[in-house]
């Protein structure tokens, strides 16, 4: 059974900074993929970021590329969110999700959820 808990979130002005951290445990090898999901009010859940523990690969919409990183470190077992430039948009309650299967950015194809963490960008 995998198990995540995040970390971070909090409320910061347009243009400024947040790290958001997941620390996973549970999943038995490194096929395994982790992303971060948001969720706005009377908004579908939304996919922001992506990494395959496998091989390092990531992926990110348009909507952040460029803004966000997703990074993993083994030791710590802990999946971050780096998200810079941000936006009053981007506010959100923000989730780490992770997948046995599909590494994708699609909500549906993630089994594992963490609590959410809100993340909130003032004008």
């Known amino acids: 059974q995998v198990q995540l808990v995040e970390s971070g979130g909090g409320s910061v002005q347009a243009g400024g900074s947040l790290r958001l951290s997941c620390v996973a445990s549970?999943?038995?090898?490194?096929?395994?993929?982790l992303g971060w999901f948001r969720q706005a009010p009377g908004k579908e859940r939304e996919g922001v970021a992506r990494?395959?523990?496998?091989?390092?690969?990531?992926y990110y919409p348009p909507s952040v590329k460029g803004r966000f990183t997703i990074s993993h470190d083994n030791a710590k077992n802990t999946v971050y969110l780096q998200m810079n430039a941000l936006k009053p948009e981007d506010t959100a309650v923000y989730y780490c999700?992770?997948?046995?299967?599909?590494?994708?950015?699609?909500?549906?194809?993630?089994?594992?959820w963490g609590q959410g963490t809100q993340v909130t960008v003032s004008s």
């Open positions: 549970g999943y038995g090898d490194s096929s395994i993929c």
């Open positions: 999700a992770a997948s046995n299967w599909y590494c994708t950015i699609r909500a549906t194809d993630y089994k594992y």
């Open positions: 990494i395959y523990l496998g091989d390092g690969t990531t």
